[in-house]
């Protein structure tokens, strides 16, 4: 089968692999709609390490083609949603655990491009389909649920991790996709104020679209500073890190306020250093929580994006910039998600021509 | 001065009272509008035990008439927002628990009318000023900053006590005031389905407006039994109780998945009984949680939801059914809370005429 | 083979059945120590409705005979720990939950005698076994690792529900082998004062050796009015309830002080009923939670309870109160337990003589 | 009257002051027991800016000498323990916040050295008395209790801040007092295996007692690889940092577990800087959590802890190395923790000789 991938670092086009085989609890997938992610091309130039051979992308919705034997619940020519957290269910991992993203080590929940092919070929595989696979339900867009996938997933995370009360101030930092979800999950989860931080003027509608009631730009200064000013001296309850270096995320403790909560969503480099000096995080006594989380996954966590979107609460299809249509058409989506056009918020690709 | 309240239980009406005096840490405020609340109907009845010659109402906002000795941020002038739950901050009840609205034992925190004279008078009382009052910000009418001092405040808490998670199914038995603010709490706390339990005409506009995406109604069967149809046998992920008697309550139970949880917003009657049988509560292992409180107060909560208002974020006015504008018509505005007209939803009184 | 159960309800004795068949996950195993329950002996009398030709038990310990061509990292010889709940981790009830107990539906995770044969026999069956089996860590000894499967892992339950914080006064009810095993846990989990309510001389010697600082009994009066009494008329911070009726567990409710946890893992009769006043629970309003769950399984909560032994912190055989050997004296231990012999607190029966 | 402290920095010596004014809500109480602590010697030298004419010390039981017009529940006569935090609970900072010990600013509820003189003296003042002492109970000796002002107070913070779950292994980092009294603290919050990293004999034989299963020295090479080979791999599932440096924190990041939590109560040096490598910290996706927090205080707060060590659950003395008696010897008291004698861990003073 064909897929479009990275024959080695630096070097992405067509390859030609065989379909994967299913095990019996396993589902083999033909997507419909595809999107690519900075992960995809953040892997594709060697940010994870060599990787050679590989099918990309890990933002899927499309048709069962073939389960496993003792697969349940999940059968072939269903309409499936595919977080792109898979966990394996039956590892230590994931049990008493705050996150089910780490599920046989670091990230082992990710395995899509992560530890095995992607989704951009003509089918792909998904493990334990029972667990981590959802039926598409009526009245949400194959769209809509292809945003859910990772960017809804991860942007909502964001939030949650903050542990928002009601009325918080929260400062969204950076607002690619993700920090576009993230700015809509705050408004779902009781912010106040919502300060979003970034310059690209499509995105900016969006944030307050989604309900940014401010926006900033580090052109002005600083923006701890900003925000701090803001604030009347005291930082943001919240904040949210959805972009930037190292040293964005000093800023971003940095312009919290005592006893409140930084909460990172952005993969960094493997490069990033966090050079944190300690009177900027309250000579480590200033009760500033610090956390950071990879994408939930599986099955129900997807019924409940879902369920966001079916009952009215957020339309993710906001975010799509691009729309691709056609198979053919996965290599300038990847391309314009690696130049990152000026106008890029998401591309999507419809594989159905 | 003058005050409207209960001679003794059952016999309402103007009451003649000096002045209240004002600690070195406390404020007199003038009220500029009032708001009358079940409560104060419930109290004027005996639903608290026997009270004569007590000024009612606890929802207030007003100007500053005076301030003690040692009060350092409000000053007379000032237009405050006050909220019905005003903790005595130096009780112990108020440090390391949970709840801060029983500070010198239960309910402590909830003086107005609680302990002492209401608000429904030309002056009231407010202790520890600092601590409890805040100014109306730019940007917030009168109107729904009076909304917020025990309706929103009440309504959000059983949300927040729901501790909902993203995409939840939250059930809110009850659309009286205090209900729909549950509504609009929990749709700004994560929902996804929002099934509101009510009859009344115009508060199922409301309803609606605030996010609820199911109406059901006990006339059409026992509403357990609608919830678990509804979610395909299931139940409720969450459910907030704002109205009803026992028997609701253990209704609301039975309409809870397991894992979930009940909050409780609903002020029972001193005589209700929840008659739970142990399988309606999973033979008490089935990991659902109960719980009830009372509205928090203090000066930060108030200041939180002036942002959540101020904001965008929710319009606590919608929840106004009838204006009445002068001191003299109080006594109206408190007969129609009684009497609750089938129209009524929640009566202010401006008393600047 | 040969197992001990019921023929019928009331009608308990040796049954002939066939060896359990071995999924492509799962393992058969063959226990070498086994411990009857209480839940057992209510089974046995129908307890659960009507049951016929089961066998009982689910607490052992043993050796791995078989298992599924799928199984990983479990293999025939290992000597393992079986946990009383071995949830199906593929179901979505284990996902984003509050308990994995729960898995296909209400109490799904039970499975040994809940939906299947128990261990009392020469094999029995267990599901997905690298999810759920553990291997016995050197410096834990079997009988110690039996007492962890079902009565510390309640017990322990019951603690960490109460969310006790760091010198709560907390009441444990019911001094049984999950009461004393809850007891533990509280004082390991933060307790200052350590109330044990109970009766029997036997336990109350245990108790008082896991950390109870109090020992009251029903028979000096009502227990509520005995811990207000004793906390000054405030009511205890956590109450822990694990065993009685209905009628203790509105008492549990009435000696808590607002703000307080009570925290259930009493399994109760299928004819309870909880008849709560509102006035007792704060008409509702008091912040007092109301929290029941059944036992925590999986393999990772064993290796964490196994490591609470191991590493000193608790010893749970002292709670062993009669030993038996040898396969034949199953049907004594159980009636020991059916009738629950005044110095009785829990036996076990050493299968291999 | 006269006080020990500082003249300017890098200068202490015996102060002469006026007794500190009362105001209606204060006390004014003389030390019957002192302790000198780190931080006091790191104020002398200029840890925390420039300071001069500064009574030192802020750990003190004592006998109320006087209290304001409108004190309550504290009167003269009383023998008081007095938390190191005293927040001003009038403050917003301390209402709807994670902690309360940043009042009217960082750090601001450290009053005692940090915003006025501090204990080390014939008289110390004490802001908000009823809210903020408490009478020593029977039951605890006055040692114990001035170790529980600020050493268990803030040692049991950092393994509260950890969230600690049943069976958890714990890595304490530091074995000064306060890494004993996290010790201590793990152990009684659910700790299995708990590890404890630092070299002095005296106070690795006081962790052992504390229930610390291993101890590890830097010695022996990096820590994190340590912990690391510990839990074949794996990593600790909490981390309580105590001791060290910035490169020490970067440590303990490294040796935590995916999904586990680093909890700080170690004093940074204003001069620190955390250079934690994004690969370190899992990209900030890992779900490891970073938290640093200050000494909670309050009556309340010391009432629980009292309790800890009525009911015997903790003896803190253990940690006192060294007993000094009468007014006089303040000094060599001072000079001993400011030299860090290695035979060191606390010592206390006897003021009534």
Redesign the interface.
């Known amino acids: 089968m064909r897929g479009f991938g990275m024959h080695s670092v630096g070097n992405v086009g067509w390859l030609e692999k065989d379909r994967p085989a299913c095990g ?2 396993d589902a083999i997938v033909r997507p419909t709609m595809v999107a690519p992610c900075s992960s995809d091309t953040h892997v594709s130039h060697g940010g994870s390490g060599p990787r050679e051979n590989l099918i990309l992308g890990h933002e899927a919705v499309g048709i069962v083609d073939e389960v496993g034997s ?1 697969v349940a619940s999940i059968k072939p020519g269903d309409y499936v949603v595919v977080p792109c957290v898979t966990p394996h ?14 599920d046989v ?3 082992g929940s990710f395995k899509l491009v992560g530890s095995k092919d992607g989704v951009m070929a003509e089918f792909f595989h998904v493990n ?1 389909a ?2 981590n696979l959802t039926t598409l339900p009526e009245g949400v867009s194959p769209e809509a649920a292809l945003m859910i996938v990772d960017m809804m997933s991860t942007g ?1 995370h964001g939030a ?1 991790a903050a542990d928002i ?5 929260v400062v969204v930092i950076g607002i690619g996709p993700v920090g576009l979800m993230a700015i809509a ?1 705050a ?8 300060i979003a931080v970034g310059t690209r003027p499509a995105a900016i509608d969006v944030a307050r679209a989604y ?1 940014a ?1 401010d926006v900033i730009s580090y052109k002005a200064g600083p923006i701890d500073a900003q925000v701090r000013e803001m604030t009347g001296g005291v930082g943001a309850d919240r904040v949210i ?1 959805a972009g930037g270096s ?1 040293e964005t ?1 000093v800023q971003a403790i940095r312009m919290t306020r ?2 409140g909560i930084v909460s ?16 900027d ?14 994408c ?1 996954g ?4 997807m ?6 979107v ?4 957020c339309d993710p299809t906001k975010i799509i910039s691009h729309r691709f249509t056609g198979f053919d058409q996965i290599p300038d989506a990847f391309e314009l998600m690696d130049v990152k056009a000026p106008d890029l918020i998401k591309p999507v690709v419809h594989l159905d021509a």
């Open positions: 019996p609890l003792d269910w039956l590892a230590p991992g994931v049990q008493n655990s705050r996150s089910t993203s780490h080590g670091p990230f334990l029972d667990a909502f949650e009360e009601t009325g918080d101030t999950g408004g779902l989860h009781g912010a106040g104020r919502l309900g009631t890190v190292g995320f005592p006893t990172n969503i952005n993969f960094f480099d493997i490069s990033d250093v966090f050079a944190i000096p300690a009177l995080w309250g000579l480590g006594m200033i009760n500033v929580d610090i956390r950071g989380g990879f939930p599986g099955a129900v966590r019924e409940k994006l879902l369920d966001v079916k009952y009215g609460r």
